[in-house]
């Protein structure tokens, strides 16, 4: 079995990127998540997969509710059913999302997240990273892909910045708090899961449809070394 869930209060990617947000004298952090997403456009939304779905088709954005991390990974096949080992609490309509644009449609946000993801997943080589793992790299391709002017952003299949009138450098800042918050949310959406699915725990590379993780031995963590 994974181990006990760690605390993201104490987590280093969570003080990195608390760091990231404000230093160590930010006693508001999610005051300013808010307005960095505000700073967006369309505006950054998060929350579950069914209170962000909702909030695009009232808002009629065309975008859609992203899982940050794989929704597959956490089951032992498909997107539903049973979870692997250490993901019992995890369901996929109540998981952490975001709004990205469109339905996997070649340039958009949505579709440059999931091959990001896919090609993170192959260069694995059937080695199960770990959810800590994941969120890193997850955090990595969000801001690349906040900060990029190639994707599409609206129904219109134009190619801008999500930050429209914003300098190189100021579209590169404003991501990287960005996808600073999202993994911060993201963090809390795990550990707040019942039970908590624990950063130490092994996923499955669901997008390129691998098997459910080994079951640790007895007395082990079950958590193999990945070089990632």
């Known amino acids: 079995m994974a181990g006990p869930p ?7 990617a969570m003080v ?4 990231v947000l404000a230093g160590a004298a930010s006693t508001d952090i999610d005051a300013e998540c808010a307005a960095i997403k505000a700073s967006f456009d369309p505006p950054i939304v998060t929350g579950s997969h069914s ?6 088709k009232a808002s009629g954005s065309g975008c859609q509710a992203e899982h940050a991390v794989p929704a597959s990974n956490f089951h032992e096949s498909g997107r539903s059913g049973p979870r692997i ?3 019992s609490g995890y369901n996929t309509g109540d998981a952490f999302c975001w709004n990205a644009f469109d339905n996997q449609s070649a340039a958009t946000e949505h579709k440059v997240l999931t091959d990001a993801m896919k090609q993170f997943s192959e260069s ?13 790299q997850y955090q990595k391709k969000a801001e690349e ?3 990029s002017e190639s994707e599409s952003r609206s129904d219109k299949a134009e190619q801008r910045s999500r930050l429209p009138g914003k ?3 100021e579209r590169e800042a404003l991501a990287k708090k960005e996808a600073a918050c999202l993994r911060i949310e993201m963090e809390r959406a795990f550990a707040a899961m019942d039970p908590p699915v624990s950063p130490s725990t092994p996923l499955r590379n669901g997008l390129t449809q691998g098997p459910p993780p080994p079951s640790a031995p007895a007395g082990g963590s079950g958590v193999p070394s990945v070089g990632v």
């Open 6 to 12: 760690s605390n993201p209060q104490s987590s280093g």
């Open 16 to 19: 990195a990127a608390q760091i």
């Open 51 to 56: 209170s962000v779905a909702a909030a695009n």
């Open 85 to 87: 080992e250490g993901a």
């Open 124 to 136: 694995l080589g059937g080695q199960n990273a770990t959810l800590e793992q994941w969120m890193d």
């Open 145 to 147: 892909c906040l900060a």
């Open 167 to 169: 300098t190189k450098e």
